[in-house]
C-alpha cells in the first residue's frame, strides 16, 4: 500500500495566477499519475510523471498549462498556470505499482474566480 | 482507444441488492477495478479482477467477462453509507505502464 499526502486540500484563486499543488508518497515509486475530476465527471487523466525524464502529457493537456515537476521517486508537483475559472475543479495525484491497484492523494479542490 | 460504459445513476432502498455495470473496449487489457468516491473525497479502492469469474469481498462482489468487455459490481444489504459514485476503471497493458482508464462513474443514491 501507499499513503500519499497532497496539498494544499483546497484553494480559491485568482483568475490569471498559478497554483503549485503538492503530492507526497511514502515510499518511492516508479510513476505517479495527475488527473483532474471537473464536477459531475470522472476522473480524466493529465499526465504521468516520471523521474528523471519530462513528463508525459495526454491529449488536450500541454506542458506550459500544466507544467510538472519530479525531483525524486517519493514527491512530485503540478502547476495550473495562468488560471481560468474553466480550470475549477478537483486534481489528484496516484500511484500504482504494476498490476495492482491505485492509490490517490486527498485531491486538491480548486475554485478560479 | 478505450471505451467504458456505465449507467450514469441509479436508486435502491437500503436492504436491497443493487448490480452496477460497466462495458469496455480497450486496446489492451490488464485488469478492471472498481472504486467508491464519496462527494469530495478522493476514490477508494474496492475490488480488482483481472481473470473471468466472481470476486467475493464482504458485502461488494464483483464479476468479469474479459471475452464478453463485461464486469459488474453487485452491492448487498445496502446501507445509506453506500451512496456514492462507483467508479470502473481498466488497466492497460499499452505504452504507459499502470494507465487506468476510468468510467464516467455511476452515482448510486440509497434511500431509506
Known amino acids: 500500500s501507499a499513503v500519499i499526502s497532497q496539498k494544499p486540500s483546497r484553494d480559491i484563486c485568482q483568475r490569471g495566477t498559478s497554483l503549485t499543488i503538492q503530492c507526497q508518497v511514502d515510499?518511492?515509486?516508479?510513476?505517479m499519475f495527475w488527473y483532474r475530476q471537473q464536477p459531475g465527471q470522472s476522473l480524466t487523466l493529465i499526465a504521468t510523471a516520471n523521474q528523471g525524464s519530462e513528463a508525459t502529457y495526454e491529449s488536450g493537456f500541454v506542458i506550459d498549462k500544466f507544467p510538472i515537476s519530479r525531483p525524486n521517486l517519493t514527491f512530485s508537483t503540478l502547476t495550473v498556470s495562468n488560471m481560468s475559472p474553466e480550470d475549477s475543479s478537483i486534481y489528484l495525484c496516484?500511484?500504482?505499482?504494476?498490476?495492482?491497484?491505485?492509490?490517490f492523494g486527498q485531491g486538491t479542490r480548486l475554485t478560479v474566480v | 482507444g478505450q471505451n467504458i460504459d456505465q449507467p450514469t445513476e441509479m436508486t435502491a432502498t437500503e436492504g436491497a441488492i443493487v448490480q452496477i455495470n460497466c462495458t469496455y473496449q480497450?486496446?489492451?487489457?490488464?485488469?478492471l477495478f472498481w472504486y467508491q468516491q464519496h462527494a469530495g473525497e478522493a476514490p477508494t479502492f474496492l475490488s480488482y479482477?483481472?481473470?473471468?469469474g466472481l470476486e467475493e469481498k464482504g458485502r461488494f462482489s464483483s464479476f468479469l467477462s474479459r471475452s464478453k468487455g463485461y464486469s459488474y459490481l453487485l452491492l448487498k444489504e445496502l446501507q445509506m453509507k453506500d451512496s456514492a459514485s462507483y467508479l470502473c476503471a481498466v488497466l492497460d497493458r499499452g505504452s504507459t505502464l499502470g494507465r487506468l482508464y476510468f468510467g464516467r462513474g455511476t452515482q448510486l443514491t440509497v434511500w431509506p
Open positions: 480497450t486496446s489492451g487489457f490488464n485488469g
Open positions: 479482477n483481472v481473470l473471468d
Open positions: 515510499s518511492q515509486v516508479t510513476m
Open positions: 496516484s500511484v500504482q505499482a504494476q498490476n495492482t491497484e491505485a492509490f
